[in-house]
């Protein structure tokens, strides 16, 4: 239906660019980050696999359901440690910045 408005493409805001580079910047995991969720994953892979395989792995059974389980074992905690850092990576760029120097503002109201 034509209400003789403008076309939507005119209608989106021009900024609507800028905001999705942003979100997409704030998706992004560094160097730092990335160490640290694959140092994550190789411990918690070896405890898991020791724990849950190691009658196997003992006993030489290397088949693919074996290395099957180790990859997950790996990829499980890589996975969660990487989407925890992005989901706090977004939760920390959402506050808004301080100076430092506001005062706490509680909720309650005082007795």
């Known amino acids: 239906m034509d209400d003789g408005g403008a076309p939507i493409e005119s209608a989106v805001p021009a900024s609507t660019g800028a905001v999705k580079a942003n979100v997409s910047g704030r998706l992004r995991i560094t160097g730092p980050q990335l160490r640290r969720s694959i140092l994550i994953a190789v411990v918690v892979c070896v405890w898991l696999t020791l724990f849950n395989q190691y009658d196997r792995i003992l006993a030489?059974?290397?088949?693919?359901?074996?290395?099957?389980?180790?990859?997950?074992?790996?990829?499980?905690?890589?996975?969660?440690?990487?989407?925890?850092?992005?989901?706090?990576?977004?939760?920390?760029?959402?506050?808004?910045?301080?100076?430092?120097?506001?005062?706490?503002?509680?909720?309650?109201?005082?007795?």
């Not at 996975?79 to 910045?97: E, G, I, M, Y």
């Open 60 to 111: 030489g059974h290397y088949d693919l359901l074996l290395l099957s389980r180790i990859a997950l074992n790996f990829a499980t905690p890589f996975t969660v440690s990487t989407v925890t850092t992005v989901w706090n990576n977004l939760r920390k760029a959402d506050r808004p910045v301080s100076g430092g120097n506001a005062p706490i503002q509680s909720s309650r109201a005082d007795p």
